[in-house]
C-alpha cells in the first residue's frame, strides 16, 4: 500500500508565500513523476506543477514565475513553494506520484488526500 501525505497548506493574504510538502511512502518500488494539482470549487482538477525523477519540471502558466516545484528522491518527497499568491490560487492542492510497487507491475497514479490554500484579497 502506497500513502502520499500532504502538509503546509492553510489561509495567506494574497502577495504571501505558502510552502506544501508531500510525503509517499509504503511498498514503492519506483518513483516516477510527482507533481502538484489542484482543485477550485465548481472547477475541473488541473495541474500546477509536475517534476521527473530526473529533475525536469513543467508548469502550468498561471503559475510559472510565482511557483516553485522540488523534489527529495532519497525522502520521496514533492515539494511546492507558493510566492506572491492571488485569490485565484485558492483551491484544495492535491500531491500525485506515478510510481511501480514492484517489478512484476506496471506504473499507477497515486493521490493525496488534498491541502486547502486559501488567498485572500
Known amino acids: 500500500q502506497v500513502q502520499l501525505v500532504e502538509s503546509g497548506g492553510g489561509l495567506v493574504q494574497a502577495g504571501g508565500s505558502l510552502g506544501l510538502s508531500c510525503a509517499a511512502s509504503?511498498?514503492?518500488?519506483?518513483?516516477?513523476?510527482m507533481g502538484w494539482y489542484r482543485q477550485a470549487p465548481g472547477k475541473q482538477r488541473e495541474k500546477v506543477a509536475t517534476v521527473t525523477s530526473g529533475g525536469r519540471t513543467d508548469y502550468a502558466d498561471a503559475v510559472k514565475g510565482r511557483f516553485t516545484i522540488s523534489r527529495d528522491n532519497a525522502k520521496n518527497t514533492v515539494y511546492l513553494q507558493m510566492n506572491s499568491l492571488k485569490p485565484e490560487d485558492t483551491a484544495v492542492y492535491y500531491c500525485n506520484a506515478v510510481l511501480k510497487i514492484s517489478s512484476l507491475t506496471s506504473e499507477h497514479n497515486y493521490w493525496g488526500q488534498g491541502t486547502q490554500v486559501t488567498v485572500s484579497s
Open positions: 509504503g511498498s514503492i518500488f519506483t518513483m516516477n513523476a
